[in-house]
């Protein structure tokens, strides 16, 4: 988590943000506010109200209508409370940033909004860590920072697993893939042995189903063949590691999966652009 800000209102007002690579939540401690997305209908929150924003841009505002203000103007200087003539709206947010290898596989798999309200199953605990988080910052005594910032981490899972936990909502993509049972064997298992040469036969078998009902299930809920995803993790893991580490790119390449370098960096200039040793620590 590496920002933490508050939102306090009244009257007509609104906030544009920019897209970034980040994942956000938004929560609602008092009174309503509109949260709007390019090409989405404005979504409603009230108080107790979460949403999590992928790498979308969009505004807060107290009504749909109003043209909306910079917000980073109000948070530019390091400042972490924007005060818009009032408090009848507070609404606290927090930040996510990624370490830059995992960054597009991490966000390419979530929803760019995932909106979690007061009356979801995940209500009452979310309740609380949202007022323990309000306390906090009312209190403002020594360890309130470190406190909120676990807070806010804790918040976050919880929406992520109030969203996935929704069934009916989450009928297709990565989050709906883990929540089922079948399938999320399947991705628990890829992702604790990436390297191992995985065939459909094999995965399909886990998931105890024919190869043929598995392969359109997996591609219909993750989004992707399930070779496919894979492959992509499997680059996703070796870029992480380029970047962080000094190992060897056929270190590195064999680790992930790969018995021959070449066919590792066609492979990865393929989906980055750039061959390995571009991505890898100077």
Same mark, same amino acid.
């Given at each position: 988590?590496?920002?933490?800000?508050?939102?306090?209102?009244?009257?007509?007002?609104?906030?544009?943000?920019?897209?970034?690579d980040r994942l956000k939540f938004?929560?609602?401690?008092?009174?309503?506010?509109? +949260?709007?997305?390019?090409?989405?209908?404005?979504? =409603?929150?009230?108080?107790?109200? #979460?949403?999590?924003?992928?790498?979308?841009?969009?505004?807060i505002a107290s009504d749909p209508?109003?043209?909306?203000? !910079?917000?980073?103007? /109000?948070?530019?200087?390091?400042?972490?409370?924007?005060?818009?003539?009032?408090? %009848?709206?507070?609404?606290?947010?927090?930040? #996510?940033? /990624?370490?830059?290898?995992?960054?597009?596989?991490?966000?390419?798999?979530?929803? !760019?909004?995932?909106?979690?309200?007061?009356?979801?199953?995940?209500?009452?605990?979310?309740?609380?860590?949202?007022? =323990?988080?309000?306390?906090?910052?009312?209190? !403002? *005594? *020594?360890?309130?920072?470190?406190?909120?910032?676990?807070?806010?981490?804790?918040?976050?899972?919880?929406? *992520?697993?109030?969203?996935?936990? &929704?069934?009916?909502?989450?009928? *297709?993509?990565?989050?709906?893939? =883990?929540?089922?049972?079948?399938?999320?064997?399947?991705?628990?298992? +890829?992702?604790?042995? #990436?390297?191992?040469?995985?065939? %459909?036969?094999?995965?399909?078998?886990?998931?105890?189903? &024919?190869?043929?009902? /598995? &392969?359109?299930?997996?591609?219909?809920?993750?989004?992707?063949?399930?070779?496919?995803?894979?492959?992509?993790?499997?680059?996703?893991?070796?870029?992480?590691?380029?970047?962080?580490?000094?190992?060897?790119?056929?270190?590195?390449?064999?680790?992930?999966?790969?018995?021959?370098?070449?066919?590792?960096?066609?492979? /990865?200039?393929?989906?980055?652009?750039?061959?390995?040793?571009?991505?890898?620590?100077?």
């Amino acid at each position: 988590m590496s920002r933490r800000t508050r939102l306090e209102a009244a009257g007509r007002w609104a906030l544009t943000f920019p897209a970034l690579d980040r994942l956000k939540f938004v929560a609602l401690l008092r009174g309503t506010g509109w +949260i709007m997305l390019p090409a989405r209908t404005p979504q =409603l929150m009230s108080a107790g109200d #979460v949403c999590l924003l992928g790498r979308t841009a969009y505004a807060i505002a107290s009504d749909p209508e109003v043209q909306p203000l !910079d917000g980073q103007t /109000f948070y530019g200087t390091g400042g972490d409370v924007a005060r818009l003539g009032g408090d %009848v709206t507070v609404a606290i947010g927090g930040t #996510v940033t /990624f370490d830059p290898g995992n960054v597009d596989f991490l966000l390419d798999t979530l929803p !760019d909004f995932l909106f979690v309200p007061r009356s979801s199953a995940a209500s009452g605990a979310m309740a609380t860590i949202l007022r =323990l988080m309000n306390d906090e910052v009312e209190r !403002d *005594i *020594i360890g309130s920072e470190i406190v909120n910032a676990r807070l806010a981490d804790v918040l976050l899972v919880e929406a *992520i697993r109030a969203y996935a936990g &929704s069934i009916d909502e989450v009928e *297709i993509g990565w989050l709906g893939a =883990l929540s089922d049972p079948r399938l999320g064997r399947v991705l628990r298992l +890829i992702h604790g042995d #990436v390297a191992q040469p995985w065939t %459909v036969a094999q995965l399909a078998s886990v998931a105890g189903m &024919s190869r043929a009902a /598995f &392969s359109a299930e997996f591609t219909r809920r993750v989004g992707q063949p399930p070779l496919a995803y894979v492959r992509a993790w499997r680059l996703t893991i070796a870029r992480a590691a380029l970047t962080r580490s000094d190992e060897t790119v056929a270190s590195i390449s064999r680790k992930v999966g790969y018995t021959s370098q070449s066919a590792f960096g066609h492979a /990865f200039k393929s989906a980055f652009g750039s061959p390995p040793k571009a991505h890898a620590r100077s």
